[in-house]
T-cell receptor, first 115, second 114 residues
């Protein structure tokens, strides 16, 4: 069975600084997708960034980028120039290419941004 | 447009009530999901509908009954719930035919069972 682990229950970062959220996963599959979702307090869960396992290049979306290390089964999220609006729960998620539609979520990391 | 809408936003019900949660998407997605999320925890999958047919039922108690009237709508019928069923109920949708299938979530219904 696949598992996703986020080892940091809480993180904090100073506004305008950079923070990295960790995610590791366990799988025997070679073809899969990885996601980071953001869920602000009492607000909607939204997709931050997505990575295909067959792509070596790390995905980037504006201030958000990932460090995907396939051999190490690591998928960390880097947030640059942190903003107050980045404060949220961040969930890492995994989906194998042949598993229908099922996502496996990590336990989440609560990110606090200090002004 | 990646919008999934859910109604109501909040719901309080007694253990003998019958209520329904509604979810709607107009992205042409053919897979829809119900998740249950407790505070500070990740979402837990409850049901998956693919092409309007129930494809996954994660051993959810029968007091939760899903329904997919058409490709845009997903309902969750609630009956005789327990206080431990209080949670945020999230709906999501995706297009299962696309290689880069991504689930898009609605804002959720916050349910309190008294």
């Amino acid at each position: 069975a696949q598992t996703v682990t986020q080892s940091q229950p809480e993180m904090s970062v100073q506004e305008a600084e950079t923070v990295t959220l960790s995610c590791t996963y366990d799988t025997s599959e070679s073809d899969y997708y990885l996601f980071w979702y953001k869920q602000p307090p009492s607000r909607q869960m939204i997709l931050v960034i997505r990575q295909e396992a067959y792509k070596q290049q790390n995905a980037t979306e504006n201030r958000f980028s990932v460090n995907f290390q396939k051999a190490a089964k690591s998928f960390s999220l880097k947030i640059s120039d942190s903003q107050l609006g980045d404060a949220a729960m961040y969930f890492c998620a995994y989906r194998p290419n042949n598993a229908g539609n099922m996502l496996t979520f990590g336990g989440g990391t609560r990110l606090m941004v200090k002004p | 447009d990646t919008e999934v809408t859910q109604t109501p936003k909040h719901l309080v019900m007694g253990m003998t009530n019958k209520k329904s949660l509604k979810c709607e998407q107009h992205m042409g997605h053919r897979a829809m999901y119900w998740y249950k999320q407790k505070a500070k925890k990740p979402p837990e999958l409850m049901f998956v509908y693919s092409y309007e047919k129930l494809s996954i039922n994660e051993s959810v108690p029968s007091r939760f009954s899903p329904e997919c009237p058409n490709s845009s709508l997903l309902n969750l019928h609630l009956h005789a719930l327990q206080p431990e069923d209080s949670a945020l109920y999230l709906c999501a949708s995706s297009q299962p035919d696309r290689l880069q299938e991504t689930q898009y979530f609605g804002p959720g219904t916050r349910l309190l069972v008294l």
